[in-house]
């Protein structure tokens, strides 16, 4: 009510002698070198009592980025949410560029909350500091008006919640120059009155984000811009995955009794395994398509939930280890999770092979929709128009309830009449576990948290987010060339993956790190996660990992090579943990968002006993211990330490 009496008098203060900004009536008034700046923001928020948040983003016809053809980017998708990501990096830029000498770095998270840092985070609720890093797109360093300022928090911000941020004068122009104030945010200052829709639309809120600055000795004065802005709420982001998990339990039956397979054996020469079998299995197809076709979306039903349309065929490949024709007892189900873009039969792949020999466990895995081999081209199509993400982030649905359906399968229909030697089964349908490397240990925590059945998960190289991420992995330039091209200012680019990450929220892993470890995805037993990370990976970036493992709050499980900003540490054993390991490329990694130099410790981690041993013991004991022998845990520099390669 207050909000409305203030806004109403402001309203009706406007005459004739308002002040005319330069900015269009459709941009944010602010500050900043693009229409959107910077981003995200209350600019683009209005009230709604129908939403959780009692807030809807509301970002006008012509505000985000148009591509190299013209086409403008629909903000209609985004509209419909109550919030903006709780994990995309928040965006501004200046036209002088900026002087990124003082920006908190991310090994030093502890000043962002000093006065040393000119960026400020105050989550509103509570109006405390948030620990984050700030840093400038090293890719656009050549074009200072649009490279992107990142203000990237140490983990993902709470859900439904309003913040503010802030940029202090101590920060810079290229040269020392003072930043230059967007006349919208000097005129809020000032407490002139502008004929600006949108940013007499704000104003009201400043009265609350100024003495929220005030209270840790910022004055208004001391800014070069300050913003507010409301995450969505979290159960708005899980919306689609815990819907679409109803609709496919429904449809698979009691253990998978409803759903049925094809197989086919494989010749393969690896003596620790006995059989490799390729074959496809029902699953619910919730997408208008069964293939990538560029028409491919979520079917939805009148209430906007994702529904089945009925079973579609998809591929498994699944391999017997020699050890389970002999066991004593029943061995394991370990469901496989695949790399970047590729398919189920990386299953097969000599990483699930050695661990499936050495842990004594069938290994069955599918393709992941949404970023597998198949959808590849539909990915290109994405970058080059932002307005085709349903074709990745639709998908992604798509690609979840797929594995949904396999644990369902594996442990009943094909536990009965294919893991099985002279005509028993070999496989125990109540110890399923999950294992994953690499995009299969991102996405992997994910399956792992919305799965009724499975309890323990290994996710290798997991982490969140995408838009933190992918710029730090030497993946992304093959990619980032298509989108670049697509969208050939440096700035709009930023933008753009802060808005696909909007979409990931949906079902990366954004959408569980904050509740799998403690209460949970609805409807669904205690989880464990077991994170495997190597200091320097060239593909997934450690401020990623260790971004996910602070978000789920478990302990960093030591001796270790050294303890990550923020994380807490135990000898073990622990039922969840992360375990670093060093190969002595450390000092390889960049400063900033771009990629360590190309070298194996992606993989290396796949490749050593004491993993496999840490695995196998987890998985049979729920402990999470470390077996590496060095003084600093898994130093892999000292010989034998990580145990002989396998």
Known sequence: MRTLLVTTLLLAACGSDDLDLATPDHCNPVGGTRCMTPWPSAVFEVDDSTTATGRRI??????????????????????????????????????????????????????????????????????????????????????????????????????????????????????????????????????????????????????????????????????????????????????????????????????????????????????????????????????????????????????????????????????????ALSASAPVPIMIYGHGLMGTGQQAASGGTRAASAEICAVAIGTDMRGMSEMDVPNIVTALNDGNQGHLVFDVLVQGMMNHIALVQIARGPMAQRLFTNNGASIVDPEKVYYYGISQGGIMGTTVCAIDPVIKRCVVQVGAINYSLLLERSRDWPRYRITLNGAYPNGLDVSLMLNLMQQEWDRTEPTAVADVITGEGFPNTPKKQVFMQVAIGDDEVSNVASEYQARTMDIPLVTPSPYIPYGMTTSAGPVPSGMILYDFGVGGTIPPANEAPPDNDVHSNIRNKKATTDMMKRFYESGEIVNLCTAPKGCDCTVAGACGAPI
């Open 58 to 323: 509301n970002v006008p016809a012509g505000t985000l980025p148009k591509n190299i053809d013209g086409i403008e980017f629909d903000p209609a998708p985004y509209n419909r949410h109550d919030g903006f990501s709780s994990s995309a990096p928040l965006i501004a830029a200046f036209e002088t560029g900026i002087d990124g000498s003082n920006l908190v770095h991310y090994t030093n998270y502890a000043a962002s909350i000093t006065d040393a840092s000119p960026t400020v985070l105050i989550n509103m609720e509570t109006g405390e500091l948030v620990p984050h890093f700030a840093e400038l797109d090293a890719r656009v360093a050549d074009d200072p008006a649009h490279q992107a300022l990142f203000i990237r928090s140490a983990k993902m911000l709470a859900g439904g919640t309003r913040y503010v941020a802030a940029i202090r004068k101590t920060l810079k122009a290229p040269g020392g120059g003072e930043l230059p104030i967007a006349e919208g945010f000097q005129a809020l200052i000032d407490g002139t009155i502008t004929t600006h829709p949108l940013l007499e639309k704000v104003r009201p809120r400043y009265l609350e984000i100024f003495a929220a600055l005030e209270a840790h000795g910022i004055a208004k004065t001391d800014l070069v811009v300050a913003w507010d802005f409301t995450t969505a709420s979290r159960a708005s982001v899980r919306a689609d995955l815990l819907d679409a998990r109803t609709a496919t339990l429904a449809m698979t039956g009691t253990n998978g009794s409803a759903l049925d397979f094809t197989s086919t054996d494989m010749a393969q020469g690896d003596t620790r395994i006995a059989r490799r079998i390729d074959g496809t299995f029902d699953a619910p197809l919730f997408l208008t398509n069964q293939t990538a076709s560029l028409s491919t979306k979520l079917v939805r039903d009148a209430d906007g939930k994702p529904m089945a349309t009925g079973l579609y065929r998809i591929p498994f490949t699944a391999i017997i280890p020699t050890c």
